[in-house]
């Protein structure tokens, strides 16, 4: 009797610890796998857009989320993904880039290469397991590269644009309590000074691992980003990617 009161004490001290520190500190860390289909195109002027025809493409977004007790302070979330794509069009126009013209007809070689990073500050107004409602602010870092190529004669341009884009963000979710199914809508969007991007997911998850020590939550979802920028390090692009993704979180 004494050795299994002993027992439960030394288990109680041992994992209450860990329950404090998830109280005071907790952490969030998910990758994503994205089946995303490209639609737009780019130039290097407001009045030369082309739309380019782009295969389907898998690309990864990796986050961490660090949330705390501190009162009036933000939580911070880190979020990189990448926006990859390639294709061939048949010009139906001519298209000037990088001092090249390429006629119509050309069949053309595309290719964006694109990343984005977002630093997000938010607080959260609801926090339960029921519904949590998270507001705040999205600095989105763009770094991308534009490369295009005439597929018979090699004649090829590229050009590199990067800036930091200030957009709103909200999250929300709700859950289906004794079942580990929840549900959450995810966003950023900015409207400004011609520029129109907004980055967007809906997802259903679901948690077969929870413990004092960790959570593991499987994430299955749609996102929508559209980057519609107008003279960007002299870019100017009208690009869209949406797409299924799945996913997996960790909460320690």
Do not use: C
């Not at 549900?183 to 004092?212: C, P």
């Amino acid at each position: 009797m004494k050795k299994r009161v002993l027992a439960a004490v030394m288990g109680s001290l041992f994992l209450a610890p860990v329950a404090k520190a998830d109280m005071l500190l907790g952490i969030y860390a998910g990758a994503q796998g994205w089946n995303t289909s490209t639609s737009g195109g780019f130039s290097e002027s407001s009045t030369g857009n082309a739309t380019f025809n782009f295969d389907d493409e898998t690309n990864t977004s990796f986050y961490v989320a660090l949330e705390h007790f501190v009162p009036l302070v933000p939580n911070v979330k880190l979020n990189y993904t990448s926006l990859d794509s390639n294709g061939v069009t048949d010009l139906q126009a001519s298209f000037e880039f990088d001092g090249n013209t390429y006629e119509e007809n050309t069949s053309l070689l595309t290719e964006t290469n694109i990343d984005t990073t977002d630093i997000i500050l938010y607080y959260e107004i609801f926090d339960n397991d029921l519904v949590s409602f998270d507001i705040g602010l999205n600095g989105k870092y763009i770094d991308g590269t534009l490369y295009v190529e005439d597929a018979d004669s090699g004649e090829n341009g590229e050009v590199s644009f990067k800036g930091v884009i200030p957009m709103a963000y909200s999250r929300v979710q709700v859950g289906l309590p004794f079942t580990g199914l929840s549900a959450y809508a995810e966003g950023s969007y900015l409207s400004f000074d011609d520029h129109k991007v907004s980055d967007f997911q809906v997802a259903v998850t679901y948690s077969f691992v929870e413990n004092l020590a960790i959570d593991m939550t499987l994430q299955v979802g749609y996102r929508d980003i559209t980057v519609d920028i107008e003279d960007l390090d002299n870019v100017y692009a009208d690009l869209g990617y949406d797409g299924v993704f799945a996913g997996l979180e960790i909460h320690f």
